[in-house]
């Protein structure tokens, strides 16, 4: 078989085009024709992440129209000329699972070539470029997505589940970023603010990582459970009834919340924020508290090509051991995604569509 295409490539396919407000339509898109380091994926399922619904509601601004949906797996069906690399380097096959970062960085400018890519200073991002673009066909809600060279790919072994390794591209590669900016665990008492699919991945990440305690923070009882079959020693409604931590991982967005974890630092505490992308009210910070008690306040926005591997490690070592699967709802067809996008969220941490 020719490692560049294992069918015909497809000239068009159907993706759900997001026109503003709550206008979701699945409409052919065309397929452009690969280029060197291209590959084209067949979507098997993808996640719906709450940022998806914000863009959707308003509340969050992304190019229009486009094609939503950045927490994706898919299976290599053609791959343009020359050779493509996955993140560990080792070069791409047809039929591969595989999922990809959401940042496609530039790889030359000055924040790349210091290691900080997340934030290069022209990233382009899957499942957030306008459909007119140079990569109209970047986002999962659809048949397939074309992922160009430099994109940061990962193969995902065949003992994961396609709803565990799907959410890897976005909420636990992002904890894999916290986790790291973070530091060594071992020991520490954490407490872990929001138990969306983000800060359940850092309460099971931070148990993993060997903290002596885990306090998840969620007002929904159904979501303080899921933190504890995940890993947290303890649920609580706040912040307040969480005790005095080392460690403050915030993923709730909440301004509120923040004010009272950052109050909750033990001396030489840290906090690495990741939920704060949206405006909020603004946080009171006393300059002569963190002076006295050596406090350290972080954050974290996307994540580097490394932890995409590292996501898809942690989930490898874990998936038999913590209920992963139960996370995500089972897949709608395609053709819902609007539904899912445009009503109000509900129970499971993670719902998803498979265009089959």
């Known amino acids: 078989m020719d490692r560049h295409t294992a069918t015909a490539q ?11 407000g709550d206008a979701v339509a699945v409409e052919p898109v065309a397929v452009p024709v690969l280029g060197p380091g291209d590959a084209l994926v067949r979507v098997r399922l993808a996640t719906v992440c709450g940022s998806d619904r914000h863009t959707v509601s308003g509340r969050r601004r992304q190019p229009c129209p486009s094609i ?6 898919g299976e290599i069906v053609a791959l343009g000329p020359g050779e493509a690399s996955a993140v560990d380097g080792q070069p791409l096959r047809l039929g591969q699972r595989v999922i990809w970062s959401v940042t496609l960085p530039c790889g030359s400018c000055d924040r790349c070539a210091a290691g900080f890519s997340a934030k290069c200073r ?7 470029e306008a459909l007119g673009s140079s990569w109209s066909l970047s986002g999962g809600y659809a048949e397939h997505v074309l992922l160009p060279h430099g994109l940061p790919i990962a193969v995902v072994d065949d003992e994961l589940p396609d709803t565990v390794a799907a959410p890897a591209a976005c909420a636990t590669a992002t904890v894999m970023a916290v986790i790291e900016r973070a530091g060594a ?14 800060g359940l991945a850092a309460a099971a990440a931070a148990a993993w990582a060997g903290a002596s305690t885990v306090t998840s923070i969620d007002h929904h009882p159904a979501r303080r459970e899921l933190a504890r079959l995940l ?15 080392d460690m403050l991982l915030e993923f709730s967005g909440s301004s509120a919340a923040l004010q009272d974890g950052l109050a909750a630092l033990d001396v030489q505490g840290a906090a690495v924020l990741a939920g704060s992308v949206a405006p909020d009210a603004a946080v009171a ?16 926005h996307n994540y580097e090509p490394r932890h995409l591997g590292a996501a898809l490690r942690f989930l ?3 998936h038999e051991k913590l209920p992963w699967s139960d996370l995500v709802a089972a897949p709608v067809p395609l053709d819902e995604i609007g539904r899912l996008l445009t009503e109000p969220a509900g129970p499971m941490p993670r719902y998803s569509i498979t265009p089959g």
């Open 285 to 300: 910070l006393d300059p002569e508290a963190v002076v006295r008690r050596q406090l350290s306040i972080l954050g974290v």
């Open 122 to 128: 022209t990233v382009r991002k899957a499942g957030h």
């Open 316 to 318: 490898g070592e874990t």
């Open 185 to 198: 665990l071992t020991g520490r008492r954490v407490v872990v603010v929001g138990a969306g699919m983000l």
């Open 10 to 20: 497809p000239s068009d396919t159907r993706a759900a085009v997001w026109r503003g």
């Open 68 to 73: 939503l949906g950045h927490e994706t797996v």
């Open 231 to 245: 890993g947290a020693t303890d649920a609580r409604p706040t912040v307040l009834e969480a005790g005095t931590c």
